[in-house]
Structure formats: structure tokens, C-alpha cells
Nanobody, 125 residues
Framework: QVQLVESGGGLVQAGGSLRLSCAAS????????MGWFRQAPGKEREFVAY????????YYADSVKGRFTISRDNAKNTVYLQMNSLKPEDTAVYYC??????????????????WGQGTQVTVSS
């Protein structure tokens, strides 16, 4: 069982920055592949960023590429999402998740077994 706790959300003006954190329980954090997703009101949950288990690969949604950066600190059992040049359309609840394997692609929510409770990000224009 893995528990995830996100933090760092808030209200920011367009063009601003936020850094989200996701603290994970478990002694095998370094073996987890991690993802960030978001869900805006009335919309489906969508993929944002992914950090492979080995740490050798990161992937981003086209909508955030060049603005967001996913990183991890295995010593702190934490994964981060640095968000720069924020836009009003980035407003959503952001979730981190653990991917334990399987055949589903990293950009689909089905690939993930454990989810945090989410943190709200609101970008004002």
C-alpha cells in the first residue's frame, strides 16, 4: 500500500510559478514510476507529466511542455512538479500517482494504482 500526499497548490496570477510536491510512503519509493495528472471542472482527468522508474525518462503533455518540469528526490520520497509561465487554462486539481507496471501506457490513468487526494491550482488572468 502506498499513500501519497500532494501540497503546494494555490492561487497565482497568469505568468507566475508554483511548485507542487507529492510525498509518498513506502521504503521502495525509488522503484516507483510517478505521474502527475490534472482535472479541471467538467473535464476528464488528463495526463501532465511522467517520471520513469529508472529516472532516465520524462514525458510531458504537449500543453505543458517547456513550462512544467517533473523531478524527484528519492531521499525524501518526494516527486515535484515545477510549473512556470502558468496560464488560466492550467487551473485544475492536480494529482500525483504511482505506476506499478502493467500494459497501460503511462499517459493513461489506468496505468496507475495509487493516487493522492489532489491539490487545487488556480491561475487568474
Amino acid at each position: 500500500q502506498v499513500q501519497l500526499v500532494e501540497s503546494g497548490g494555490g492561487l497565482v496570477q497568469a505568468g507566475g510559478s508554483l511548485r507542487l510536491s507529492c510525498a509518498a510512503s513506502g521504503r521502495t519509493f525509488s522503484t516507483y514510476a510517478m505521474g502527475w495528472f490534472r482535472q479541471a471542472p467538467g473535464k476528464e482527468r488528463e495526463f501532465v507529466a511522467y517520471f520513469s522508474r529508472s529516472g532516465g525518462s520524462t514525458y510531458y503533455a504537449d500543453s505543458v511542455k517547456g513550462r512544467f518540469t517533473i523531478s524527484r528526490d528519492n531521499a525524501k520520497n518526494t516527486v515535484y512538479l515545477q510549473m512556470n509561465s502558468l496560464k488560466p487554462e492550467d487551473t485544475a486539481v492536480y494529482y500525483c500517482a504511482v505506476r506499478s507496471g502493467g500494459s497501460y501506457a503511462y499517459y493513461t490513468s489506468r496505468a496507475y494504482d495509487y493516487w493522492g487526494q489532489g491539490t487545487q491550482v488556480t491561475v487568474s488572468s
